[in-house]
Structures are given as structure tokens and as C-alpha cells.
Nanobody, 120 residues
Framework: QVQLVESGGGLVQAGGSLRLSCAAS????????MGWFRQAPGKEREFVGA????????YYGYSVKGRFTISRDNGKSTVYLQMNSLKPEDTAVYYC?????????????WGQGTQVTVSS
């Protein structure tokens, strides 16, 4: 079992930056690939990006590529999502998730989400 807790969400103006954190506990964090997803009201959940358990490989969804960066600190059992050049359409609840496979196939563990609101 892996428990995930996101933090760092909030209200930011368009063009600003925000860094989300996802702290893990339970099984060995460094054995899991981590992903970020988001869901806006009335929309389907959208893939944001993922990072290999080593931190050596990442990939991103088209809408955030070049603006968002995922990193991890296995010593702190934490994965981060650095969001720059934020747009109002980035407003959503952001979730982190863990998968024991790479590339991730089925994220088995999910956090409760953190709200990000970008004002225009």
C-alpha cells in the first residue's frame, strides 16, 4: 500500500508559477513511477506527466509540455510538479498517482488531489 498526499495548490494569476508536492508513505517510493493528472469541472481526467522511479526519464502531456516539469526526491519520498507560465485553462484539481511499471500502465495508488486555480 502506498499513501499519497498532494499539497501546494492555490490561487495564482495567469503567467505565474506554482509548485505542487506529492508526499508518499508506505511501500518503497523509489520502486514506483509517479504520474500527475488533473481534472477540471465537467471534463475528463487529463494526463499531465510521469517520471521514472529513478528520475531519469519523464514525459508530458501535450498541453503542458515545455511549461511543466516533474522531478522527484527519493530520499524524501516526494514528487514535484513545477508549473510555469500558468494559464486559466490549467485550473483543475491535480492528482498524483503511483505505478510499479514503466512505462506506467495502471496507476494503482492515488492521492486526494489539490486545487489549482489560475485567474486571468
Amino acid at each position: 500500500q502506498v499513501q499519497l498526499v498532494e499539497s501546494g495548490g492555490g490561487l495564482v494569476q495567469a503567467g505565474g508559477s506554482l509548485r505542487l508536492s506529492c508526499a508518499a508513505s508506505g511501500r518503497t517510493f523509489s520502486r514506483y513511477a509517479m504520474g500527475w493528472f488533473r481534472q477540471a469541472p465537467g471534463k475528463e481526467r487529463e494526463f499531465v506527466g510521469a517520471i521514472h522511479w529513478s528520475g531519469g526519464s519523464t514525459y508530458y502531456g501535450y498541453s503542458v509540455k515545455g511549461r511543466f516539469t516533474i522531478s522527484r526526491d527519493n530520499g524524501k519520498s516526494t514528487v514535484y510538479l513545477q508549473m510555469n507560465s500558468l494559464k486559466p485553462e490549467d485550473t483543475a484539481v491535480y492528482y498524483c498517482a503511483a505505478d510499479a511499471q514503466w512505462p506506467p500502465v495502471e496507476y494503482k495508488y492515488w492521492g486526494q488531489g489539490t486545487q489549482v486555480t489560475v485567474s486571468s
